[in-house]
């Protein structure tokens, strides 16, 4: 059944992804096809500061309420960004993550670990609804690529850092990727039929299939716009010319205005623990 729902969302997506993404979706699309695909499960866990690891058990309310008060929490977004989850957390499981630290007494302050290509952009929504009510300190900490899709996201924390000189930023741009029967007909073929009652029903795709990409473009150019206001109200320094897809390594975006600069972990995490205790000084005193 993942299979299949993966597939689907795949299939109807309009994606934000670097190149370096490509493949793997190549991949996992053709092995589903041909009955090859064997699942990999990712753990990837939610740690604190202070070396605790989230343990979800269905019997608590909130898993970070039996966190030490006053914990970090850093939650990965790594991979692929899918609406759901498969093999590995869907963006819908992160948010909730996210949802469940801010709510939790034991979180002063939230770390995003990001290591993406990017993905399928409805995928983003969840976390723009979640990181534009953040209540707590959200810092982004970029650990390899945050790009595309992941990039947005990024553009809602209060701060954005990464780990160093040559880790990538950007990739600020959509496209469509449409799968087809090829030759060989190694994909399954779908046969469709539209009454002229709804001739306009899905033709941007039907008009990519056969060549025509002016319709998807033009679906594609509202969404880039849409995107690239997001970014100018999150960021309101990054000019124009950072907007239009390209990937840049750290020390480039930092001069772009992309991130705020270049740092170890370790500095990130005392420079929030420090926010949050005079935070928590200036609560006391008033």
Not at 89 to 96: N, P, Q
Not at 219 to 231: C, G, M, R
Request: charged share 20%.
């Amino acid at each position: 059944m993942l299979r299949h729902q993966f597939l689907q969302e795949i299939e109807s997506a309009r994606l934000m992804l670097h190149t370096s993404g490509y493949q793997s979706i190549d991949y996992i699309c053709n092995a589903i096809h041909n009955a090859t695909f064997i699942p990999e499960i990712a753990d990837k866990p939610i740690i604190s500061t202070r070396g605790e690891t989230l343990q979800t058990d269905e019997t608590q309310t909130n898993p970070f309420d039996a966190w030490q008060p006053g914990s970090i929490a850093i939650i990965p977004l790594e991979g692929i960004m899918t609406k759901h989850g498969y093999w590995w957390d869907g963006v819908d499981d992160i948010a909730a993550y996210i949802r469940a630290a801010y709510q939790s007494d034991s979180i002063s302050a939230v770390i995003i670990k990001g290591d993406t290509p990017g993905g399928n952009t409805d995928s983003l929504f969840h976390l723009q609804e979640v990181l534009s009510a953040k209540t707590k300190p959200t810092y982004g900490y970029i650990d390899g690529m945050v790009a595309s899709c992941g990039y947005i996201a990024f553009s809602y924390m209060d701060k954005i850092y990464s780990i160093n000189d040559m880790a990538r930023v950007g990739g600020i741009g959509v496209f469509a990727q449409l799968l087809v029967p090829n030759d060989k007909q190694t994909y399954y073929q779908i046969k469709e039929a539209y009454p002229d009652e709804s001739k306009d029903k899905n033709l941007p795709e039907r008009e990519l299939a056969k060549g025509n990409p002016k319709p998807m473009q033009e679906v594609l150019s509202k969404l880039a716009v849409h995107f690239q206001n997001i970014v100018k109200e999150n960021r309101p320094k990054v000019p124009d010319e950072a907007l239009t897809g390209k990937t840049y390594f750290s020390y480039e975006a930092q001069e772009l205005g992309l991130i705020d600069g270049i740092r170890t972990l370790s500095q990130v995490i005392d420079q929030l623990t420090t926010l949050t205790e005079n935070r928590k000084q200036i609560l006391t005193n008033l």
